[in-house]
Nanobody, 127 residues
Framework: VQLQASGGGLVQAGGSLRLSCATSGRRIFSSTSMGWFRQAPGKEREFVAAVNWGTGRTAYADSVKGRFTISRDSAKNTLYLQMNNLKPEDTAVYYC????????????????????WGQGTLVTVSS
C-alpha cells in the first residue's frame, strides 16, 4: 500500500494550502479512516484531522478546528486537507495515515497504531 502526500510549501501567516494524499490500485474499505498527522522539529507526531471513508464523519484536533477541513474523494481514492488561516505554529511535516476498522474520532489516539503512512510533506508558515 502506497500513500503519496503532496501540496506542502512555504506560506505566510494567514495564508492557505491544500494537501493531498493519493492511493491507487486498490479498494479502500468503508470501515477505514484516513487522517492527517504532523510532526514539528523536536516534537512527537500529533493528530490533526481524520475522516471515515465510508460515513464521511470527521474529527479535528482543537488546534485546527475552524481553520482546517478534511475531505475525501472516493472516486479518486484521494484524501485532502484544506488549511486556511495558517499560523507559524502549524509549521511541520504533514503525514497522511490510514487505519482499518477505525472511526474518525478514534484516530486522535491512533498515532502509534496507524497501518500505513505516506511519506510526508513539509509545510512552513512564516510570520
Amino acid at each position: 500500500v502506497q500513500l503519496q502526500a503532496s501540496g506542502g510549501g512555504l506560506v505566510q501567516a494567514g495564508g492557505s494550502l491544500r494537501l493531498s494524499c493519493a492511493t491507487s490500485g486498490r479498494r479502500i474499505f468503508s470501515s477505514t479512516s484516513m487522517g492527517w498527522f504532523r510532526q514539528a522539529p523536536g516534537k512527537e507526531r500529533e493528530f490533526v484531522a481524520a475522516v471515515n471513508w465510508g460515513t464521511g464523519r470527521t474529527a479535528y484536533a482543537d488546534s485546527v478546528k475552524g481553520r482546517f477541513t478534511i475531505s475525501r474523494d472516493s472516486a479518486k481514492n484521494t484524501l485532502y486537507l484544506q488549511m486556511n488561516n495558517l499560523k507559524p505554529e502549524d509549521t511541520a511535516v504533514y503525514y497522511c495515515g490510514e487505519k482499518r476498522a477505525a472511526s474518525a474520532q478514534a484516530m486522535s489516539g491512533m498515532v502509534k497504531y496507524i497501518d500505513y503512512w505516506g511519506q510526508g510533506t513539509l509545510v512552513t508558515v512564516s510570520s
